[in-house]
Structures are given as C-alpha cells and as structure tokens.
C-alpha cells in the first residue's frame, strides 16, 4: 500500500529556511519520480518541483528557482524540499507526490505538511 | 508558467452532466498527450480522475470522462451526485520539463 507521509511543516520568519520531508512506504523512490505541489490559503493547487526516478532530472515552478531544492535520501526512502529565503507567498499545505511513470503526472498524494512564514 | 484557464465554479443538479474546460496553450495541453484531472475534497489528498487526456485509473467511476480539443480540455461528469461536490484541476506537463496545474473549479451539487 502506497502512503507518502509529510513532516516538517510549522511557522517561520520570512527571510528563513525550512526543510520539509516526505517518508515513503509500499514502493521505493528510486523507481519513481517524485514531485512537490502546494496549495495557498484560498488559492489553488501549485506544481512546485520534481525529481526524476534516478535522481537527475530536477524542475522546479519559476516562483521557488533558486531557493528550494529537492532531494531525496534512499536509505532512508524519502524525499526532501529545502525552503530557504522563504517569503510570505511561501505560505502553503505542501503535498508530496508521486509521479505515475510514462504517463508524466501524479498518482499518490500525501495529506499535506502547512508552513507558514509570518 | 501562468496557470491553465478554467471556470472558477460550475454546478448542477443531481443526475445532470456538467463539463470544466481547461485552457492553455500548444506549450502544455495542446502540445502534449499528458493531461491529467484531479478531483479535490478539501482537507483530503487530491485524487486522480483521469490521466492522459482521456484514460480513467481503475476505481474511477465511468461517470467521469474527458476529452481534447486543440489547446482546450474538458472534464465531464454525467449522473451528478452530491459526492461529487469538490474542486477540480486540470494538471499538465508542460516543454519546459514543467508541469501547470489550472487554477481550479469549485463544483457544487444543487
């Protein structure tokens, strides 16, 4: 059984950093890609980043470049995002994701880690 | 890396159809056979609709089709029901090895 479980949400000062982590189960990161979203109060869900199953191939929304990284550690079998120089904008649920492989979207989602910079 | 276009709110009655486009460009949905629609309860993790422009993932109901035209999808829901009140996303990747989401529907069952 699939289940992607977020951690490291919580409130920080803008300028900061934050490091959150997805702790995947019933499959192995490095066959999958994996991906982060996140939703705004109010607003609608946003593609954040991604990280291809080899661990190459990372993107990342033109809002985050340059200051959040993906990661992933595969002993540990989970996934990273590193959030620094975190503005107000920043504020979000971030969703970790998998990638559903060939057909170039996502198939499991974890319930959400909020972070609030304020 | 703007935001597909959809209708910010549709609705109707329980056993109507109701269809969400979803607008963007020969860049990302008109460009690629790699569209995909989530369903959103608020408070839940999203879940996938349909993948690939047309294709139902197993335990989707076949109530929720979809479809293409040019840089334009379309998500139709036929036999309403009151479980299919949520939010929904157009979800697609994109040329520059991005992906976009929509900006999301709010669908409300009278």
């Known amino acids: 059984q699939v289940q992607l479980v977020e951690s490291g949400g919580g409130v920080v000062q803008p300028g900061r950093s934050l490091r959150l982590s997805c702790a995947a189960s019933g499959f192995t990161v490095t066959r999958y890609g994996m991906h982060w979203v996140r939703q705004a109060p109010g607003k609608g869900l946003e593609w954040v980043s991604s990280v291809g199953y080899n661990g190459d191939n990372l993107h990342y929304a033109d809002s985050v470049k340059g200051r959040f990284t993906i990661s992933r550690d595969t002993s540990k079998n989970t996934l990273y995002l590193q959030m620094n120089s975190l503005r107000a904008e920043d504020t979000a649920v971030y969703y970790c994701a998998r990638d559903f492989t060939e057909h170039w979207t996502i198939d499991y989602w974890g319930r959400g880690t909020p972070v609030t910079v304020s | 890396q703007s935001a597909l276009t959809q209708p910010a709110s549709v609705s109707g009655s329980p056993g109507q159809s109701i269809t969400i486009s979803c607008t963007g460009t020969s860049r990302d949905v008109g460009g690629f056979d790699y569209v995909s629609w989530y369903q959103h309860h608020p408070g839940k993790a999203p879940q996938l609709m349909i993948y690939?422009?047309?294709s139902r993932p197993s335990g989707v109901s076949p109530r929720f089709s979809a479809s293409r035209s040019g840089d334009t999808a379309s998500l139709t829901i036929s036999g309403l029901q009151a479980e299919d009140e949520a939010d929904y996303y157009c979800f697609s990747y994109t040329r520059s090895n991005t992906w976009v989401f929509g900006g999301g529907t709010r669908l409300t069952v009278l």
């Open positions: 690939d422009v047309s």
